[in-house]
């Protein structure tokens, strides 16, 4: 028989289970002695496995009679052969179970590798089916684990798509770190495809290594945080959020929160802050967060890009737009705010523009008073004495404040309020004071450091010709001003006395002479008040510049000229034109001080705000704090006004009070919809409301 015959027998043999086949290698001894022993070419050993392999693909059971032929003593070239060939890949790669059970047994070399350089490990584990392959291979050859394919992966590379076999692999001494010839680690393929139980296993490894950049510079951090831009997070995923190192920076040196505030994102970046904020509040070691970075090329902040969105949502007055998610822009805004600022570490005084203001400073320019409230009252480190680069402190800008005069008192009193404030034109609070109008900081600024109206600013102006020039004399009628300040020269040598009676202001200038203002005092031109007087033919004028009359009858008098019938109230074209004249002074002195107001208004102020929106502000900014000590303003409890709306929402939705789950999603829902009702309340009378934050932001 030619040993080609005798290998086609054979091999029929064993395809059919033919035990027949023992007796075939018996009788031909010979030519397995010519072809397949010690034999230099090894062609018709290799060949013979070859095909013994094909024919053990194709079956799944009865491998006795195979086994019997590869053992026989004859073969023992060919058993060599056969436990060095990829038979267990090729069975991996059809998941041929009973092939491999079977294989298992024959001593199979773990360690060969076909073309590709993929292992039989490697195989197994792209298929589920195939655990205890992989188990059974790992459980006495644990380096087959770091072994690589041509492509510079090991088997936790191919394991990718196989949780269960990937969490095995984790456990040996597998390098979970290692990279590929693309520069890739399992976490940088896992990040992704988004593979959630890769990335979650891997975050709980030990040694994983979050540094290490790909082929194109990013760290496992940077795709983690673009699956979070595009919300394809899933929930189990959500718990890592605490874990990843926040204070990466991208090439521009933007940080993950920056980056997602930046794209819009306020529901991701809230969930994360939540997160964040329940974990640094037990210890602040736990987290990877700088809350105060800043942007050391454009000086950005997460702070500072937040007022930079929110001042956008006041110039286009979109509060209510809807955005992705379950809140309006404002709600969106002020919780994000609330959490910022509440976080463990945050530095509220940080300034978020180029002229250096702060948070406060910026809401009091806009006069968003219930922000501005918010920080003074919740942020016990807020410093209202910091000077932006134009020199302008909060404690100048709350000032401004008017009608709110709780809120004033509160600015105040407060232990940072700089009472010795000098601008770097030298004008203090109480030039400021009669700048802004502000009478009620007037008064209190004259009782606490009656020195201040001996001060002068760079134009040797004291407050006094300040007040007269901008007609704010009148509205502080009961303030004594002693004799040295009444006739405070200015740089022209100019009196207050001279101003009020160049505006023909008759109260102004009957109250100064009251108060022993010289009439004759000349100034540089060599004019004073009385030539003046004089000068425009003002009679009244120079009557009261003699003789001054009491102020109770000189307000009379006045009175009296705008009282009276309809007739009466007729302003003949003289008095007409006086009053022209003085507001045309008034328009001209007030633009002397134009570019000092200027630095205290360099944003648009928030006007137009509907109530709803401020109370929607407050509510959103006071509850998602999330351990809070009440502080008063004035005397209402949310609690009583969320019960209020929770009774109008019930009766409408006939919700009975028993219900208490639908009652949690009512709290909820009123709390950041207040358009569900028409329950309303003063947002000056605000509380803080105790309520958890992880509730309310989930």
């Known amino acids: 028989m030619e040993y080609n015959e005798f290998e086609k027998k054979l091999l029929s043999q064993l395809e059919n289970d033919d035990v027949d086949c023992l007796n075939t290698i018996r009788k031909n001894e010979e030519l397995i002695q010519t072809y397949l022993q010690n034999t230099e070419n090894q062609v018709h050993i290799k060949s013979l496995v070859g095909q013994i392999n094909n024919v053990i693909l194709n079956k799944n059971s009865q491998f006795d009679n195979i086994e019997q032929v590869v053992k026989y003593d004859s073969m023992k070239d060919v058993l060599s052969e056969f436990r060095e060939s990829d038979i267990v890949i090729r069975a991996c790669e059809k998941e041929n179970v009973g092939a491999l059970k079977w294989l298992l047994t024959i001593d199979i070399n773990p360690f060969v590798s076909n073309k590709d350089g993929v292992t039989s490990l490697m195989r197994a584990a792209e298929h589920k089916i195939l655990f205890f392959v992989v188990e059974y291979l790992v459980k006495d050859n644990e380096d087959l684990v770091n072994i690589v394919d041509k492509n510079g992966e090991n088997v936790l590379f191919h394991a990718i798509n196989n949780p269960v076999t990937f969490e095995y692999l984790l456990k040996t001494k597998i390098d979970v770190n290692h990279l590929s010839h693309n520069k890739e680690t399992v976490l940088h393929i896992s990040c992704k495809k988004n593979i959630s139980f890769n990335i979650e296993k891997l975050y709980e490894h030990p040694d994983i290594d979050y540094s290490i950049a790909d082929k194109e510079g990013k760290t496992p951090y ?25 204070t990466v920076v991208d090439e521009t040196g933007v940080t993950p929160l ?12 809230i969930k994360i802050l939540v997160r964040l904020s329940e974990k640094a509040t037990k210890s ?29 949502m006041c110039c286009k007055r979109n509060y209510r737009q809807r955005v992705p998610g379950k809140r309006d822009l404002i709600t969106s805004l002020a919780i994000i705010f609330g959490l910022i600022i509440s976080y463990p570490g945050c530095d509220i005084n940080i300034p978020i523009d180029e002229v250096g203001n702060t948070p406060l400073m910026f809401f009091l320019i806009i006069e968003d008073y219930v922000a501005a409230n918010f920080i003074l009252s919740y942020c016990k480190n807020v410093d209202l004495g910091i000077k932006n680069k134009n020199g302008i402190s ?41 700048l802004f109008d502000n009478s009620t900081a007037f008064i209190n600024f004259i009782n606490d ?84 007087a004089k000068q425009m033919e003002e009679k009244q004028l120079m009557d009261y510049l003699n003789e001054p009359i009491p102020i109770l009858e000189m307000k009379k008098n006045l009175n009296d000229s705008i009282g009276g019938g309809f007739f009466n109230k007729i302003k003949s074209s003289d008095e007409k034109l006086d009053e022209g004249l003085k507001n045309y002074k008034l328009v001209n002195y007030t633009e002397e001080y134009k570019e000092i107001l200027k630095k205290c208004n360099i944003y648009s102020l928030c006007k137009g705000r509907t109530f709803d929106v401020d109370e929607q502000l407050a509510l959103s900014l006071y509850i998602t704090l999330d351990c809070c000590e009440c502080i008063t303003m004035n005397h209402i409890d949310p609690k009583e006004t969320l019960n209020r709306r929770e009774i109008l929402y019930c009766r409408k939705r006939n919700i009975k009070p028993t219900d208490k789950n639908q009652q949690t999603k009512v709290r909820y ?30």
């Open 284 to 312: 602040s070691n736990l987290i990877k967060l700088d809350i105060n970075y800043r942007n050391k090329s454009s000086n950005e902040s997460l702070l500072s890009i937040l007022i930079k969105k929110y001042y956008q």
């Open 669 to 698: 829902k009123l709390m950041f919809s207040s358009n569900e009702t028409n329950g309303s309340f003063n947002i000056n009378e605000l509380l803080m409301y105790r309520m958890p934050t992880a509730f309310l932001c989930i």
């Open 394 to 434: 909060a404690s100048v800008l709350a000032l401004k404040i008017k009608k709110e005069t709780v809120l004033l008192e509160q600015f105040l009193n407060h232990k940072t309020f700089d009472k010795q404030f000098i601008d770097p034109h030298h004008n203090n609070l109480l030039m400021y004071s009669v």
């Open 449 to 532: 450091n009656p020195e201040a109206l001996q001060q002068t600013n760079d134009k040797k102006e004291n407050v006094v010709i300040l007040a007269a020039k901008l007609g704010f004399l009148e509205k502080i009628t009961n303030i004594s001003i002693p004799d040295t300040c009444i006739n405070q020269q200015d740089a022209l040598g100019n009196t207050a006395l001279f101003y009020a009676v160049q505006m023909k202001n008759m109260y102004d200038v009957n109250l100064l002479v009251l108060g022993h203002a010289d009439p004759n005092l000349k100034n540089n031109q060599m004019v004073s008040p009385m030539d003046l």
């Open 222 to 246: 940077i795709h983690i945080m673009t699956l979070l831009h595009r919300n394809r997070v899933s929930s189990s995923m959500e718990k890592l959020l605490e874990f990843i190192d926040y």
């Open 258 to 269: 920056m980056r997602i505030l930046k794209l819009d994102n306020y529901e991701l970046l």
